[in-house]
């Protein structure tokens, strides 16, 4: 499985970015969860928000419920975070990762994730 992120930028506080994440490969399927993660620096991993693709659950980090939106393209194998109402704090290097059967429990954890993107950098001017 491949995965290529995109979509990150520089913006002001208070602004919106989207990001997106493509994935692909033959082994791509309806087992996997998708989601996104942000490191900022000498930060561990944190999760954000992914989608179990076999059934579209979904599932949000503490700190962006309400202010985020995650949302896929099942026909494109895309994953998109639509970021709103921005701040600093937020500046990181958003990963996408993809995880094969996951359960409900282990979404957030990002050290069950078979797959990586590259990263995006998200840059939150104040």
């Known amino acids: 499985v491949q995965l290529q992120a995109s979509g990150g930028g520089l913006v002001q506080a208070g602004g919106s970015l989207r990001l997106s994440c493509a994935a692909s490969?033959?082994?791509?399927?309806?087992?996997?969860?998708v989601a996104w993660f942000r490191q900022a620096p000498g930060k561990e991993r944190e999760f954000v928000a992914g989608?179990?693709?076999?059934?579209?659950?979904?599932a949000y980090g503490d700190s962006v419920k309400g202010r985020f939106i995650t949302s896929r393209d099942s026909a494109r194998n895309t994953l998109y975070l639509q970021m709103n109402t921005l701040k600093s704090e937020y500046t990181a290097v958003y990963y996408c990762?993809?995880?094969?059967?996951?359960?409900?429990?282990?979404?957030?954890?990002?050290?069950?994730?078979?797959?990586w993107g590259q990263g995006t950098l998200v840059t939150v001017s104040s």
């Open positions: 990762g993809a995880l094969r059967d996951a359960i409900v429990s282990s979404i957030q954890s990002p050290s069950l994730y078979q797959y």
């Open positions: 490969g033959p082994t791509f399927s309806r087992r996997y969860t």
């Open positions: 989608i179990r693709w076999r059934d579209g659950f979904t």
